[in-house]
Antibody, heavy 120, light 110 residues
Framework: QVQLQESGPGLVKPSETLSLTCTVS????????WSWIRQPPGKGLEYIGY???????NYNPSLKSRVTMSVDTSKNQISLKLSSVTAADTAVYYC??????????????WGQGTMVSVSS | QAVLTQPPSASGAPGQRVTISCSGS????????LSWYQQLPGTAPKLLMY???QRPSGVPDRFSCSKSGTSASLAISGLQSEDEADYYC???????????FGGGTKLTVL
């Protein structure tokens, strides 16, 4: 059974770079789209970007200038970097898989999420 | 401001049928398939419906959805207490070249 686990610092200072890793266990990274989605406290879901296992990326235009995603197939990990963070970036960050039999636009597996707070 | 529009709340008594609407535009729902997610309190979202009307394995047939033009709706029949959750619709948006979500609907089982 494929499982996703997000990890990274729970507290980041304003203007610094948020760095998170999603580790995929129980399955391969290959042939799937891997996304980052965030949810500010008490609010809805916001798409950050996705990466195909080959390394091609797609970012939310509103975050594109600050987002970098990368993949390490040897470690079965997907990484997210979000630069110049502000309090508005405080959220639970989820990694999620798409591209299964349910379609390239359906996120069928999600990590449990990791809370990141931006504060000095 | 979410790209897809959902009512912020919905409610129903156990056993009743409730519907949740999702409205978009020609660049998203009007042209691409829709999915729905259920988020129980304190947990990650779970894929509830995909490709407009399909249920992943394990999702009860009490859940159904439909789509017409640039709008869609999720219906839950035989409402149960464990259905109390937040529900989100999502679709690919051709203008943004990425998926967009609704603002979410909080379902309360009375």
């Amino acid at each position: 059974q494929v499982q996703l686990q997000e990890s990274g610092p729970g507290l980041v200072k304003p203007s610094e770079t948020l760095s998170l890793t999603c580790t995929v266990s129980g399955g391969s990274i290959s042939n799937f789209y891997w996304s980052w989605i965030r949810q500010p406290p008490g609010k809805g879901l916001e798409y950050i970007g996705y990466m195909y296992y080959t390394g091609s990326t797609n970012y939310n235009p509103s975050l594109k200038s600050r987002v970098t995603m990368s993949v390490d197939t040897s470690k079965n990990q997907i990484s997210l970097k979000l630069s110049s963070v502000t309090a508005a970036d405080t959220a639970v960050y989820y990694c999620a898989r798409a591209g299964s039999a349910y379609g390239s636009d359906a996120f069928d597996i999600w990590g449990q999420g990791t809370m990141v707070s931006v504060s000095s | 401001q979410a790209v897809l529009t959902q009512p912020p709340s919905a409610s129903g008594a156990p056993g009743q049928r409730v519907t949740i609407s999702c409205s978009g535009s020609s660049s998203n729902i009007g042209r691409n398939t829709l999915s729905w997610y259920q988020q129980l309190p304190g947990t990650a979202p779970k894929l509830l419906m995909y490709s407009n009307t399909q249920r992943p394995s394990g999702v009860p047939d009490r859940f159904s959805c439909s789509k017409s033009g640039t709008s869609a709706s999720l219906a839950i029949s035989g409402l149960q207490s464990e259905d109390e959750a937040d529900y989100y619709c999502a679709a690919w948006d051709d203008s943004l070249s990425g998926p967009v979500f609704g603002g979410g609907t909080k379902l309360t089982v009375l």
